[in-house]
């Protein structure tokens, strides 16, 4: 299908109103693959920019050559979602993944990255609105007679100690979801991390693609997207519980019967070489508190003599399991 160089999409919002969202493609070069606009409101584009980064998980398909530049003709109410399904349609009608159409619509989702659709912002039906959710479209594979892509979608999560000497100090979560794709290997460009900024989703490309190459050749490609529960930290402590999130999620990696928490960071992750991270007795105490039946804890096998006195044995209590790993490779 030849692709437009501009669509639009119109929302029916919940006070009547409509909304215009308009996309135009144009060449990438090296330009970011999503740029959005909406009148004096930056996060609301953000928020914009990953919906549409977070869709595009279940398309057989990508052509990471273009650019999409999004934007809406005002700003939607603060609480107003109902503009999520129009911005997605219209990246989709601007790239050629679905026939351009004069479409009303209203719809929101917590799934995205699923292709799922989770409801919508209207009171009642409406015949000339295209509404998301259960009461109307359940999923974007229904527009051109496909089946919920959900089901082929494999999601994994890992958690890692935030710390920074504060009252903050938490667990965070890092979610990696894959969908099978028609090519035959992966490349960085089907790995993306739409929460994050720039450098960071440089990172997490960094780290998956070169821990992939650990596997070898599994004449497997996917499409991945990658999810954290906090995504703004600093840090690269994070990388082997993304490293466990993905493997899992690719069935490379046996599942434990509670959650991995993991710690620990690599400079040749292309090796599956695991490396010492800093702060291990405060990450440790944060690791122990958290700590449930079922858990597996990981941490680096370079830290293991800077572990606190009895630390493996207090784990235990708790129900949870301990290995100090150099390497990565179903642990």
């Given amino acids: 299908?030849?692709?437009?160089?501009?669509?639009?999409?119109?929302?029916?919002?919940?006070?009547?109103?409509?909304?215009?969202?308009?996309?135009?493609?144009?060449?990438?070069?090296?330009?970011?693959?999503?740029?959005?606009?909406?009148?004096?409101?930056?996060?609301?584009?953000?928020?914009?920019?990953?919906?549409?980064?977070?869709?595009?998980?279940?398309?057989?398909?990508?052509?990471?050559?273009?650019?999409?530049?999004?934007?809406?003709?005002?700003?939607?109410?603060?609480?107003?979602?109902?503009?999520?399904?129009?911005?997605?349609?219209?990246d989709r009608m601007g790239r050629g993944v679905i026939p351009p159409q004069a479409l009303l619509v209203n719809g929101w989702s917590d799934e995205w990255q699923l292709g799922r659709i989770g409801g919508h912002?209207?009171?009642?039906?409406?015949?000339?609105?295209?509404?998301?959710?259960?009461?109307?479209?359940?999923?974007?594979?229904?527009?051109?007679?496909?089946?919920?892509?959900?089901?082929?979608?494999?999601?994994?999560?890992?958690?890692?100690?935030?710390?920074?000497?504060?009252?903050?100090?938490?667990?965070?979560?890092?979610?990696?979801?894959?969908?099978?794709?028609?090519?035959?290997?992966?490349?960085?460009?089907?790995?993306?991390?739409?929460?994050?900024?720039?450098?960071?989703?440089?990172?997490?490309?960094?780290?998956?693609?070169?821990?992939?190459?650990?596997?070898?050749?599994?004449?497997r490609a996917w499409r991945t997207t990658v999810r954290f529960g906090q995504p703004r930290f600093q840090g690269n402590s994070f990388e082997l519980a993304l490293v466990m999130a993905d493997r899992m999620a690719r069935g490379r990696e046996f599942l434990p019967r509670g959650r991995i928490l993991a710690s620990g960071c690599s400079s040749a992750w292309h090796a599956g070489r695991v490396e010492a991270v800093e702060g291990v007795a405060a990450k440790c105490a944060l690791l122990l508190a958290a700590a449930a039946p079922g858990d597996r804890v990981l941490l680096p096998r370079a830290c293991e003599g800077q572990l606190p006195a009895g630390f493996p044995a207090a784990l235990k209590a708790r129900g949870a399991s301990f290995a100090c790993v150099e390497r990565v490779g179903f642990i």
């Fill in 121 to 219: 912002t209207l009171r009642g039906a409406h015949a000339r609105v295209l509404l998301g959710g259960p009461d109307g479209l359940r999923h974007l594979g229904a527009l051109t007679g496909q089946p919920d892509a959900a089901q082929a979608v494999s999601s994994a999560r890992s958690w890692f100690p935030l710390h920074s000497g504060g009252i903050h100090d938490s667990l965070d979560w890092v979610e990696v979801s894959v969908y099978p794709t028609d090519g035959g290997s992966d490349d960085e460009s089907s790995i993306t991390a739409p929460e994050l900024d720039l450098a960071g989703q440089h990172e997490v490309r960094r780290v998956l693609f070169d821990a992939r190459h650990f596997d070898g050749r599994t004449g």
């Fill in 1 to 90: 299908m030849s692709a437009p160089h501009a669509a639009e999409c119109r929302c029916l919002l919940a006070d009547g109103s409509t909304l215009l969202v308009t996309a135009s493609r144009r060449p990438r070069e090296g330009r970011t693959d999503v740029k959005c606009a909406v009148p004096g409101q930056p996060a609301r584009a953000e928020r914009m920019q990953q919906v549409v980064r977070l869709a595009r998980h279940t398309e057989p398909r990508y052509d990471s050559r273009d650019q999409v530049v999004l934007s809406m003709d005002r700003a939607p109410a603060p609480a107003e979602r109902g503009w999520e399904l129009a911005a997605v349609l219209a």
